[in-house]
């Protein structure tokens, strides 16, 4: 038998085992993203219409493909959420954020990779308290 024939024959199991390993990745990212917003979530308060910066952030992190954590602080951060469909957030590296007069608004939107996706709700998080839980729930 050429050697040809023969890794055709045994190469059918590849793509199966490509698409399986493929599927299992984008599960455990999925559950990953929903770890972080149920953490996030719970130190979260009740929705704001605006918040004070200036003008730029110390941090950000995708929270899923429609949520964010923006720090404007070392220990201040809000949890944003955008309009669907706002594509790849949680892929992006840069992000910007409009404001205006150094005030993000519900009105505002989030920027990155040619998009801009409107901001649809504000939760400041008590960002503070829930470090000092986590470090609470690590101590012994």
Not at 28 to 41: G, I, K, L, M, P
């Amino acid at each position: 038998m050429k050697p040809c024939a023969t890794a055709k024959r045994h190469a059918w199991w590849l793509l199966p085992t490509m698409l399986l390993l493929t599927a299992c990745n984008g599960i455990a990212r999925r559950a990953d993203d929903q770890t972080e917003r149920d953490r996030y979530a719970k130190y979260a308060g009740a929705p704001i219409d605006r918040f004070t910066w200036l003008g730029r952030f110390d941090g950000w992190q995708a929270i899923g493909p429609h949520e964010l954590i923006i720090w404007t602080r070392i220990d201040q951060a809000y949890l944003l959420m955008v309009q669907p469909p706002c594509t790849d957030l949680e892929f992006t590296q840069h992000i910007g954020v409009t404001s205006t007069a150094g005030t993000v608004s519900d009105l505002d939107f989030v920027t990155f990779d040619h998009q801009r996706c409107p901001i649809i709700e504000i939760r400041p998080v008590d960002y503070g308290r829930m470090r000092h839980d986590a470090r609470a729930a690590k101590s012994p």
